[in-house]
């Protein structure tokens, strides 16, 4: 009544697998389409933000105004 072949297991196993990657694959496809508009939504949020502000200080040699830590060389 039921035939089973080795043929029609490895048949079976192999439609398995091809089914069970190709979820994965769209899954990941997914996931990544979603990080990206994420991070494009993140970009764009912080390019309606404006730029950045540091604090300045004053250089005591030369009296130039330079970012509050960053490496000032007079000259």
């Not at 040699?61 to 060389?73: M, Q, S």
Request: proline share 4%; with cysteine.
């Amino acid at each position: 009544m039921f035939g089973f072949s080795i043929t029609k297991i490895l048949f079976t196993l192999v439609v398995l697998v091809v089914v069970w990657q190709g979820f994965k694959w769209f899954n990941r496809r997914a996931e990544v389409e979603k990080q990206r508009a994420e991070e494009l939504a993140r970009e764009a949020a912080n390019a309606t933000q404006g730029p950045t502000v540091e604090d300045m200080v004053q250089c005591p040699d030369c009296g130039a105004y330079v970012p509050k830590g960053g490496d000032h060389r007079c000259g």
